[in-house]
Structures are given as structure tokens and as C-alpha cells.
């Protein structure tokens, strides 16, 4: 492989570019690290539950590690984790504070992290193919702030890619260097990428197969050249660390599908989820540059945040010039061209009906777990990898151009910066956007803590997401059972038993909790305006065994019987579990 004339990667280089990448991330999302606990990233979506996610690894990790997954919402089902991409990887950062605003705090932290990551281990990955610092700054600002990325930022599992660029570099740099060590330490890192989420976890692991096996033929087809021995080994231990660990990860996502058909995608959830061709020429809503010029496009199309699918003006052009980069082999450049349009038709999914064989289609019926895939368009990450290497090659090319013109070398890192900053600003507008279009909202502050209440514990009104998305953050003081959750699945039991709580407190729904062993149920009443609990307050409880009291915005109910009263937690959690098998 030809190189440009710089010298190795060196460990001042990367605390340089590792401190660059920080700040860059901060300046983008600015200003998020002066509101950290009580601001979030995009929207009050899933930025809340993720947040509960991380917190509840942290409190996993000590409390009940061999039952990690069996997470406090959606009582009484095991592996309730598993219902959604459990975050499983950003566990360690959970260790760290307790409570909503420190689950908060870690969010926001975690979410800067991610980006910084992205922009690093894409610049390193371009360094390790053969390409100079001006160039590998384009591939990192390429990879962290493609236009389609700022449309994901409520997604703590899309934008948390930077794992699969780091292992990809590592992997190089192994390769190059002769390196065990670095070949075991990227196959840990894709293991800590999977754990993350199945998302992007599982095509990763696809594509990581895929690579080994165009290894085996080019090797083959070199007739067998001598292999390092320490480095085979290194490469064989590492990956069946990997299947091991990521066949681990996988049982309860398993489980959650064998016991829950919902959980599974079907055909036609997928295609509502799917796009057609144009969908590449729309940027989201927020992007300053592309926004308005796209939005035509965008207002025709259904479930709008996944079909955002822009990579970008200036990315993609300076990829096709890095198409014709001689530095590189021909099949270095042709395989990620290749790779970029492939992944791309792949995003697209499929049509339920049609007569176009979609490839998308081919994998969902042929590929282990990849009916779990419930959005396509979220394979643009790899395809942006691709094109970010590109664009890196092709800047790379228009930097000797410029060099060989002007002999004077202060014009290349100028133009390599310009080149940077273009990607940067064409993908996300202002770093500080005074319109208001990069939302932050405020996050919702905690109400009185139930943590010392008795649990299982229903909370009520909770017919919304974004109720029992707040209960889910909130459940961090202390982690008290919830009936709750909040996921891409519910389970149909849990929303048959809040349909069954519209009378709450009346007879027959207090019977209800009685025989399933939940002993508390709480309104909150600046959430019960235009609900079924509107009127809870008034409803008198005589006569059916009830205590009610008030803390602070919350009405506590506590409906066990009075001679259930002492009971203790688990009894009231084994009567629960065989209350609802026979239901």
C-alpha cells in the first residue's frame, strides 16, 4: 500500500487529535456541557430511558450481576433489558452517582463521548490505511458529523459507532505492525460495539465475517504466503472471544424473542420503516444548509427520523475523487466504493409487495436475528464509514494537487482544515444555532422519591411514551419494580393491565392488582390532566380496602389487603408471576 510521507502515529499525535475531538464535540453541541443533569441531547424521547438503561447497568454490575438483564420495568418479566438495545457497554459509566440527575449527567457526558469517539477512531483508521493527519481530519468529521447523524442524536445506539472504526483501525494497525496485541484489542473492542446494542451490533459482526472471508481468498489466491504464527493465534483467541461473548449477549435478546412474537419485526413493520431512492437526497430538518432545500422530499415521507439518509454534498464528492486516488490499491478504493452503494441499497429494506427482489429482503429471510432489524435506514452508519475513507482519500489527492503547484507546505494543512470544516458545517449547520433547531430541552425534574415504597409499583397515567419514559428515569433512585417500561416492544400483558386501570380505584380494577401482587399503585397528579386518572383524587376508597396518601405531586395507593399487609416482597413477586401465568 502506498503512503504519504508523514511520520507513525505517535501517542503525542493522539492525545492531540483525542483532545481535538472532545472539544469539537463539545463546541457542535454547544451549549450541552453547561446544562449537564438538566438538559438532553435532540428531544424527551429515548434520551430518558437510555439514560435509566446506563444507570441501570451501573446498578447491575453490584447488585445482580448474574442477572443483569432482569432489569426493574416491565415487572414481572425476566431479561426486561433485552426488550430494547441495552447499552450495555457504557455499564462501567452507571457505576458512577446515583439517582435521576447523575443518570442524566452520565447521559450527557456519554453522549459528547460518543461523538469524540466517532471523530477519533475514524481519523485513526484513516492513518492506519496510509493517510496524512490533513486528510485523516476530513475522514473523522466525515464519520462524526455526516448530515444524517444530527437527525439520530435521541439515539444513544446509532450514534454510539465509534467503536467499529476503532476496531477496524486496531485491526489494520495489527496487521501491519505484526501486532497480537493489537489484534486482541480489536477484537474486544467490536466485542464492547456489539454490547452496545444489536443494531448496529449484529451487522457489524455480519460484516466482520464478511472481511475474514475476503482475507481467506485473497490470501488463498496469493498461494498461501507464510503467516505470522503469534499473530494468527492472536486473531483466532480474539475472535472466538467474540463469537463467545457476543453469543452471550445475545440470550436474552433470544429469549425476549421467543417469548414475545411482537418482539420480532415482521415484514410489514419493516417496510413502513423503509424508503425509497430519494430518501439519500433528504437532509433532516434541523441541518441549516439542507434543511429547508430537502424538505419537499421530506414531507412526503412517513416515519421521517429514519429516513434522513443525506450523506452529504461535499463528503460525496470528494469521495469520487478519492475513487481515482492511485495511492491506494484498486481494490482498497473499488471495495469501499463498492461497500458504500451495497450497504446503501441495504438501507433502502424492502417493499412488503413488489416485483424488485430487495437484498435487504434476501437477509431478513436468511440471516440469523436480522428479522430484529426494525429500521433499515440505520445501516447508513457503515455505508458512512466507507464514504468517510473515501473522502479522506480524496482530500488526500487534492492535497498533493496543491502541494505540487504551490511549493509552499502551510497551503496543505490550510486546505485539508477548509475541506474539515466544509464536511463539518455542511452536516450540521452552526455549532450554536440561535433559532433554536438543536434542541436541548430541559430535562423533567424528579418528583418526591418513592424509592422506599412498596414494589412492584404501578405508575399511572401511563397511556403515553413519554410518561413512562420519565417513570423509567426516575426509577434510578433507588430501582423499585416497575410495571412500567418503555421500549420499541411492549409486552401485551402490560398494556392490557394499564387499559385495565381506566376505572382506578374501583372495585375491579383494584382486584386486578390484588390477584397479581402488586401492592402500589402511583398518580401523578400533574400528569393526570385529560386522562382516566383525572378524577382519582375524588373517587372515594371506603369500602375497598384502600389507603391513600399524598406526597408532594404524587398519590400513593397502597391496595393490599389488610392481611397482606406485612407480607414480604418476595412473596408479593412469586404470587404476582403465578397470578400472571394463569392469566
Known sequence: MATVNEDEVGARELLAVAAGAVLLAIVMHWPLILHLGSAVPRDLGDPLPQAWQVAWGGHALTAQPLDFFDANQFWPFANSLAF???????????????????????????????????????????????????????????????????????????????????????????????????????????????????????????????????????????????????????????????????????????????????????????????GPLDVFLVAPAENLIWGGATAGIRDGLSNVPEKTLFPGLAIVCLAIAGVGWRGWPRGLRWGLAGAAVAISILALGFR??????????????????????????????????????????????????????????????????????????EGRGLPFDPTGSQAQPAAPAAPASVAGVAAPQLHLPALLPEDNRRYLLWSTDGFPKLVNGRSSTTPQFTERLIAEMDGFPDRASVERLRQLGIPTVIVHLDRAAGTPQAGSSATPVAGLGVSRRRLGELEVYDVRSPSATGEPAAGRAATGRGALDRS
Open 352 to 425: 412488503e409487495q413488489g416485483g424488485l427482489l430487495w437484498p435487504d429482503r434476501i437477509l431478513y429471510d436468511l440471516l440469523p436475528g436480522w428479522q430484529g432489524i426494525r429500521t433499515p435506514g440505520r445501516l447508513i452508519t457503515f455505508s458512512s464509514l466507507a464514504l468517510a475513507l473515501l473522502a479522506a482519500a480524496g482530500t488526500q489527492r487534492l492535497l498533493a494537487a496543491a502541494v505540487a503547484r504551490d511549493a509552499r507546505r502551510a497551503l496543505a494543512p490550510a486546505l485539508a482544515a477548509v475541506l474539515a470544516l466544509l464536511v463539518i458545517v
Open 84 to 274: 430494547s438495545d441495552g447499552l450495555v457497554g457504557y455499564a462501567p459509566a452507571g457505576l458512577i452517582g446515583s439517582g435521576p440527575h447523575a443518570a442524566l449527567v452520565r447521559y450527557d457526558l456519554l453522549f459528547l463521548f460518543a461523538y469524540a469517539l466517532s471523530f477519533f477512531a475514524a481519523y485513526l483508521l484513516a492513518r492506519e490505511l496510509g493517510l496524512g493527519r490533513g486528510a485523516a481530519l476530513v475522514a473523522g468529521a466525515a464519520f462524526a458529523f455526516a448530515p444524517f447523524r444530527l437527525e439520530q442524536d435521541g439515539h444513544m445506539q446509532v450514534i454510539s459507532s465509534g467503536g467499529i472504526a476503532l476496531a477496524l483501525a486496531l485491526g489494520v494497525r495489527a496487521m501491519r505492525r505484526r501486532s497480537a496485541a493489537a489484534m486482541i484489542a480489536a477484537w474486544l473492542v467490536a466485542l464492547w460495539q456489539v454490547s452496545l446494542g444489536f443494531s448496529l451490533g449484529l451487522p457489524f459482526a455480519y460484516l466482520l465475517g464478511a472481511l475474514a472471508l475476503i482475507w481467506l481468498g485473497v490470501w488463498v489466491h496469493r498461494r498461501r504466503p507464510p503467516l505470522d504464527r503469534r499473530l494468527l493465534v492472536a486473531a483466532i483467541a480474539g475472535g472466538v472471544v467474540f463469537a463467545i461473548g457476543t453469543g452471550l449477549l445475545s440470550i436474552p435478546y433470544q429469549d425476549v424473542a421467543d417469548r414475545f412474537p411482537e418482539a420480532t419485526r415482521s415484514p410489514h413493520t419493516v417496510a413502513a420503516y423503509s
